[in-house]
Nanobody
Framework: QVQVMESGGGLVQAGGSLRLSCEASEYIIRTSCMGWFRQAPGKEREGVAG???????IYADSVRGRFTISKLYASKTVYLQMTSLKPEDGAMYYC?????????????????????WGKGTLVTVSS
């Protein structure tokens, strides 16, 4: 049973924008750190952005100021608005949920296993 599902990936030119969506149950969104992660070929999976139960957000240094994470309970969706995209932003983007705090998850040196992972959506940025 799919509990977290991403959409919105695609091909975009450098400098462009894209919005990713992550659908999950309202219960999961209300009780979890919801995070976006990405993995490029040959690279380790990295945290991109997270939004916690209280709405506080955290971002990787590489995307801060360009990406915005938000959540909307009515649509049971967590969004990742990406602007000023760079070729190095191209990757498979995953949405995940976990009952630990976002600050704890994103402060770890490596991405740890999350309670629930989506299957990913591919973002390609052309130069």
């Amino acid at each position: 049973q799919v509990q977290v599902m991403e959409s919105g990936g695609g091909l975009v030119q450098a400098g462009g924008s894209l919005r990713l969506s992550c659908e999950a149950s309202e219960y999961i969104i209300r009780t979890s750190c919801m995070g976006w992660f990405r993995q490029a070929p040959g690279k380790e999976r990295e945290g991109v952005a997270g939004i916690d139960v209280d709405g506080s957000t955290i971002y990787a240094d590489s995307v801060r100021g360009r990406f915005t994470i938000s959540k909307l309970y009515a649509s049971k969706t967590v969004y990742l608005q990406m602007t000023s995209l760079k070729p190095e932003d191209g990757a498979m983007y995953y949405c995940a949920a976990d009952t630990r705090s976002c600050r704890r998850i994103f402060s770890a040196p490596h991405v740890s296993d999350m309670n629930k992972w989506g299957k990913g959506t591919l973002v390609t940025v052309s130069s």
